[in-house]
């Protein structure tokens, strides 16, 4: 989905921490790669508090081509430490279980950066944790440092190796797969609909050894302050776009001058405070409906007929069209993939 310009999203200094410091080790310093990325060449020393997004991923490509290293996100993902994560990190080391860590994952990750988002569905005795990437077109290093990171940082969370998921991602099989197999424990599978990791429901019940869930409470009300003060930042109209496209979607009512009379704007205002936080109308309103879509594809009982209707499009065509644009896959294609792994 394209961003909008200019784009608010960020990414925190912590959790840039580790691909500096893949860089570096592979012989790049931090202002050779701000150089090479068309950044200021201060821009990453010292470290900033946080970093655009976009320039974010647009490092893990120059840092990859820099190193001359095929497997630069998977060296990224295995520097993630504790701090990596922000004040996230902290909340999942105070979890009972990893069905815990996983919940903290999904509303807290945005603390640490806004590249994208965590699903987890359970099936009977299967369950599948999914990362939606808010930059789907990004190089491959993106959701391989990503699914490294985490692989990394639960192995440390149990205090042992954790038995090796089913693997797989969207992109294409552009390395060898020794490293991969190193990390992961096995070989991915490449040319799915989703990135995605495949496990034993019965790991969500898993304690993490060592936790000190009294900490648990002082944290998380800490964490919900942070959030908080996100949602009255200049991201918070787009929140509340989003949140009045979803409710208005299958009545037909998510048109800009439509949206800003619920919010008590006018249209002109409400494009300047979207503006403003780096967003678009446009953009919201393919961001509601690809969450939504997601979602409906995985209810059997919905038609794409219905689905389109319901995420507000007149024909199904152009419903097919938009996901296809959003995904890389036509929603037919992603549902029966996502059937297929749950």
């Not at 936790?211 to 409470?217: G, I, M, Q, V």
């Not at 919905?302 to 199904?316: C, H, P, T």
Request: proline share 5%.
């Amino acid at each position: 989905m394209p961003a909008a310009q200019p784009d608010a999203r960020r990414v925190t200094g912590s959790y840039l921490q580790p691909l500096l410091e893949a860089a570096e080790a592979r012989g790049v310093d931090a202002r050779a790669l701000a150089v090479a990325a068309g950044l200021a060449p201060d821009a990453l020393q010292p470290i900033p508090d946080s970093l655009a997004a976009a320039d974010y991923v647009h490092l893990l490509a120059v840092g990859a081509h820099l190193a001359n290293d095929p497997h630069f996100g998977l060296h990224v993902g295995e520097r993630v430490k504790l701090g990596t994560y922000s004040v996230y990190g902290l909340i999942l080391l105070a979890c009972r279980d990893f069905g815990q860590v996983f919940e903290q994952t999904m509303r807290y990750e945005q603390l640490a950066h806004d590249l994208g988002r965590s699903a987890l569905a359970r099936d009977g005795e299967l369950a599948q944790y999914q990362w939606l990437s808010n930059y789907p077109s990004a190089n491959r290093h993106l959701v391989e440092s990503v699914f490294a990171g985490i692989r990394v940082f639960s192995t440390w969370l149990a205090g042992m190796t954790l038995p090796s998921p089913k693997m797989q991602f969207v992109h294409g099989q552009q390395a060898d797969g020794a490293e991969y197999v190193r990390i992961f424990g096995a070989m991915p599978e490449f040319g799915a609909s989703v990135n995605a990791a495949h496990f034993p429901a019965q790991l969500l019940a898993w304690p993490v050894p060592n936790a000190d869930a009294s900490l648990y409470p002082v944290l998380q009300q800490h964490a919900e302050t942070l959030l908080k003060e996100r949602n009255r930042s200049e991201q918070g109209i787009a929140a509340q776009v989003h949140a009045a496209i979803i409710r208005n979607l299958a009545h037909d009512r998510v048109r800009l001058s439509s949206i800003a009379e619920q919010l008590n704007l006018s249209p002109r205002t409400l494009q300047r405070k979207l503006n403003e936080a780096g967003a678009s109308f446009q953009q919201v309103l393919d961001q509601a409906r690809f969450a939504l879509a997601t979602d409906y594809l995985r209810q059997d009982s919905l038609s794409l007929v219905d689905i389109a209707f319901l995420l507000g499009y007149q024909e199904q065509s152009a419903f097919t069209h938009a996901f296809k644009e959003w995904s890389g896959v036509n929603p037919g294609a992603w549902r029966e993939g996502a059937q297929c792994r749950l």
